[in-house]
């Protein structure tokens, strides 16, 4: 069965530092991946997605993330985190078919340290 | 502005009582999907519609029930068959098979 795995649970970071949250897929065909957060009291929405093409992608506030097709991974990074990043974040794969079901990993919970 | 709304956002129910969320959006997206978020779990898909009057059982569908009788609407039942009804739900809609997901704000279900 597909999967996501995201390794890191829980992270604190102080301001300035460099994140990078890991995400792992079960899948070998094609995919089209994303990540997408969960601040606080609010709605999960859209960071950055792959489809197909340049495998670094940029998304909205800062974020990066890497498409790694030989390792699985579509890892997410940002140089520095502001204490606004924390939250919690989501890897998700849509792991072809027609029927558009995303797979979520389990989220990883950002705390940013002022 | 277009969105997903989600209804109630905090929902009481005594265990053994059938409860109905609510979810509506004004996307004119033709796919909807119900999710369940547990703390270390991620989200777990129950349901989803592709079309009116069409769904499939996600990966947790058991003790759920859906309907999809208008495009805007995808109402999601939690019926006394669940085990752990407690949770947090969230409907999501999506345009098309490889677009993203547009979330609601998502219904926090206690019961007690």
């Known amino acids: 069965a597909q999967s996501v795995s995201q390794h890191n649970h829980h992270v604190i970071l102080s301001e300035a530092a460099s994140l990078e949250l890991g995400c792992n897929y079960s899948y070998g065909g094609t995919v089209n991946l994303f990540w997408y957060v969960q601040y606080p009291g609010q709605h999960l929405q859209l960071l950055l997605k792959y489809f197909s093409g340049d495998p670094l992608v940029k998304g909205i506030k800062g974020f990066e993330a890497e498409f790694i097709k030989s390792k699985f991974s579509f890892n997410l990074r940002k140089p520095s985190v502001q204490w606004s990043d924390t939250a919690e974040y989501f890897c998700a794969v849509n792991a072809g078919g027609n029927t558009g079901k995303l797979i979520f990993g389990q989220g990883t919970t950002l705390q940013v340290k002022p | 502005d277009g969105g997903i709304t989600q209804s109630p956002k905090y929902l009481f129910r005594k265990e053994g009582q059938n409860v109905t969320l609510s979810c509506e959006q004004n996307?004119?997206?033709?796919?909807m999907y119900w999710y369940r978020q547990d703390p270390g779990q991620g989200l777990r898909l129950i349901y989803y519609?592709?079309?009116?009057?069409?769904?499939q059982k996600g990966d947790i569908a058991e003790g759920y029930s859906v309907s999809r009788e208008k495009k805007e609407s995808f109402p999601l039942t939690v019926t006394s068959a669940q085990k752990n009804p407690t949770a947090f739900y969230l409907c999501?809609?999506?345009?098309?098979?490889?677009?993203?997901?547009?979330f609601g704000s998502g219904t926090r279900l206690t019961v007690v």
């Open positions: 999501a809609s999506s345009m098309g098979t490889d677009a993203g997901y547009t």
């Open positions: 519609s592709q079309i009116v009057n069409d769904f």
């Open positions: 996307l004119n997206h033709d796919a």
